[in-house]
T-cell receptor
Framework: KNQVEQSPQSLIILEGKNCTLQ??????????LRWYKQDTGRGPVSLTI?????NTKSNGRYTATLDADTKQSSLHITASQLSDSASYIC??????????????FGGGTRLMVKP | GAGVSQSPSNKVTEKGKDVELRCDPI?????LYWYRQSLGQGLEFLIY????????KSGLPSDRFSAERTGGSVSTLTIQRTQQEDSAVYLC??????????????FGEGSRLTVL
């Protein structure tokens, strides 16, 4: 069964600190992995996409890593800001499945940044 | 509009009533998805429309749920005889199409349904 597990479920950090969110998946074969940010009361917004051949990708203060061998990804947030408070969702796409369930969603990590 | 638009943003209904949730995708996006997000849970796939193909309804939890997409654009998700366990946020997303495997999903802000 295709699964995406995220950890921790929730995290509280102080403003200015760094943090790392984890995503482990069993989806195989794998096409790509996206990290989405979901602010409270809003829809998720894509932060970055990782394909099979990519190991690291940055988007401002967000850096995603991917190890396709161990089926793990991480999202590192540097110098956190209050506006980083949100849920971060890892989404993995199956390589050959073009049906509606082509995407498997993780349960998300709820991050709270405190002043 | 430039983004995915959903309405209503909030809906409170009594158990047993029918509700309709509307999604207006980004113009030109051929793929449209409905997901359900319960408190603290991951997104649950409900139904997927791609162009003129038959929709993938494999995620609909019961026959009380149905959806249609008219003219390849606006979609309506209908829940009949609502139950308390239907309470959740219903998210709609659109993308350029399944032929773009890296295609990004663009989400609406969701419709929060509360069944009393």
């Amino acid at each position: 069964k295709n699964q995406v597990e995220q950890s921790p479920q929730s995290l509280i950090i102080l403003e200015g600190k760094n943090c790392t969110l984890q995503c482990n998946y069993t989806v195989s074969p794998f096409s790509n992995l996206r990290w989405y940010k979901q602010d409270t009361g809003r829809g998720p917004v894509s932060l970055t996409i990782m394909t099979f051949s990519e190991n690291t990708k940055s988007n401002g203060r967000y850096t995603a890593t991917l190890d396709a061998d161990t089926k793990q990804s991480s999202l590192h947030i540097t110098a956190s800001q209050l506006s980083d408070s949100a849920s971060y969702i890892c989404v993995v796409r199956h390589l050959y499945n073009n049906a509606g369930n082509m995407l498997t969603f993780g349960g998300g990590t709820r991050l709270m940044v405190k002043p | 509009g430039a983004g995915v638009s959903q309405s209503p943003s909030n809906k409170v209904t009594e158990k047993g009533k029918d509700v309709e949730l509307r999604c207006d995708p980004i113009s030109g996006h051929t793929a449209l998805y409905w997901y359900r997000q319960s408190l603290g849970q991951g997104l649950e796939f409900l139904i997927y429309f791609q162009g003129n193909s038959a929709p993938d309804k494999s995620g609909l939890p019961s026959d009380r749920f149905s959806a249609e997409r008219t003219g390849g654009s606006v979609s309506t998700l209908t829940i009949q005889r609502t139950q308390q366990e239907d309470s959740a946020v219903y998210l709609c997303a659109s993308s350029l199409g399944q032929d773009l495997p890296t295609g990004e999903l663009f989400f609406g802000e969701g419709s929060r349904l509360t069944v009393l």
